[in-house]
Nanobody
Framework: QVRLVESGGGLVQAGGSLRLSCAASGRTFSSYAMGWFRQAPGKEREFVAAISWSGGSTYYADSVKGRFTISRDNAKNTVYLQMNSLKPEDTAVYYC?????????????????WGQGTQVTVSS
């Protein structure tokens, strides 16, 4: 069992930045690829970014490429999402997820564990 707890969400103006953190406890964190997803009201959960268990490979949705950066610190059992140049359309609940194996995935159903989510609101 892996427990994931997100933090760092909040209210920010367009153009601003936030850094989300996801702290993991339980089984060996470095055995899991990690992903960030988001869900806006009335919309399906969508892929944002993912990172391999070593941190050597990263994946991004086209909508966030060049603005968001995913990283991880296996010594701290934590994955991060640095979000810059935020836009109102980035407003959503952001979830981190863990997938046993090396590679991240674009598909929510391929992840084994989920956090409870953290709200990000970007005002125009």
């Amino acid at each position: 069992q892996v427990r994931l707890v997100e933090s760092g969400g909040g209210l920010v103006q367009a153009g601003g930045s936030l850094r989300l953190s996801c702290a993991a406890s339980g089984r060996t964190f470095s055995s899991y690829a990690m992903g960030w997803f988001r869900q806006a009201p009335g919309k399906e959960r969508e892929f944002v970014a993912a990172i391999s268990w070593s941190g050597g490979s990263t994946y991004y949705a086209d909508s966030v490429k060049g603005r968001f950066t995913i990283s991880r610190d296996n010594a701290k059992n934590t994955v991060y999402l640095q979000m810059n140049s935020l836009k109102p359309e980035d407003t959503a609940v952001y979830y981190c997820a863990a997938r046993h194996g090396y590679s991240g995935s674009y598909f929510p159903y391929e992840y084994d564990y989920w956090g409870q989510g953290t709200q990000v609101t970007v005002s125009s």
